[in-house]
Nanobody, 122 residues
Framework: QVQLVESGGGLVQAGGSLRLSCVAS??????MGWFRQAPGKEREFVAA????????VYTDSVKGRFTISRENAKNTLYLQMNSLKPEDTAVYYC?????????????????WGQGTQVTVSS
């Protein structure tokens, strides 16, 4: 069973940047995604990347600001977040899909990390 560990969260001012990392304990020859959950809200899709093509998909609110990527040799998934806004504040989770697809459906992801907090101040 692959385990996922996120890091890179923190407190940043609006307009700033953060890069989240998600290290897997083993090979992840499947699609992976980033999700986020703000207090009192449901977990929502942020970005996903397929395997092996590396096709990406983003939720509209982060297009042009966030970039998802993966470094397969290091079993690591990244989320580069630029031009951060207060509404990006949430716990961010990485997840592993059960196939190679880049899916927006939270129910299709079978393995989750513990999450990392991102707080954007205005």
């Amino acid at each position: 069973q692959v385990q996922l560990v996120e890091s890179g969260g923190g407190l940043v001012q609006a307009g700033g940047s953060l890069r989240l990392s998600c290290v897997a304990s083993g090979r992840t020859f499947r699609g992976m995604g980033w999700f986020r959950q703000a207090p009192g809200k449901e977990r929502e899709f942020v970005a996903a990347i397929s395997w092996p093509a590396g096709n990406t998909v983003y939720t509209d609110s982060v297009k042009g600001r966030f970039t998802i990527s993966r470094e397969n040799a290091k079993n690591t998934l990244y989320l580069q977040m630029n031009s951060l806004k207060p509404e990006d504040t949430a716990v961010y989770y990485c997840a592993l899909h059960w196939t190679g697809r880049a899916s927006v459906d939270v129910a299709e992801y079978v393995t989750w990390g513990q999450g990392t907090q991102v707080t954007v101040s205005s």
